[in-house]
């Protein structure tokens, strides 16, 4: 038997206000995306001014990073570096854009954190506020 863990809606929670906060206090608009350890979407913001693109952005860099198990940027970089599509995995939900990274604890993933409206560093940093936030709350 396998047992599995998965982010569920508190930690998402945890994620979402951390990740906005963060966004507020840089004085930006943008898209935070929380998924489960098979990158389905548990939750979703979209702060005030934030443009309609960074939605199904959000959602697929948290869903390639679950299913990769590793940051969605990190996909596109190897596509580069041998020239195969990012979609060559047969889904057409995968992207190579900075900003989703997983949630990794005891050395499983358990969902992922995808922030997308910004440039893809901030996109990044952001989310990992989501994530030490999801973390801190498991270690206490």
């Known amino acids: 038997m396998q047992t599995t863990l998965n982010l569920g809606e508190a930690e998402a ?11 507020k206090t840089r004085g930006k608009a943008g898209v935070v995306a929380v998924g489960d350890s098979h990158g389905e979407l548990l939750a ?10 960074p939605i199904v952005i959000a959602q697929n860099k948290v869903y390639t990073a679950a299913r990769v198990r590793g940051p ?3 996909l596109g970089r190897a596509a580069q570096i041998d020239g195969s599509d990012v979609h060559y995995h047969g889904d057409a939900r995968y992207v190579g854009w900075d900003g989703g990274a997983p949630v990794i604890y005891n050395g499983q993933c358990i969902g992922a954190v995808a922030v997308s409206g910004l440039s893809g560093v901030e996109d990044l940093e952001i989310a990992h506020i989501g994530i030490t936030a999801i973390l801190n709350s498991l270690d206490a």
């Open 13 to 23: 929670r945890l994620a979402i206000d951390a990740c906005v906060h963060a966004l």
């Open 44 to 53: 979703l913001w979209r702060t005030d001014g934030c443009a309609l693109p």
């Open 72 to 74: 969605s940027g990190d």
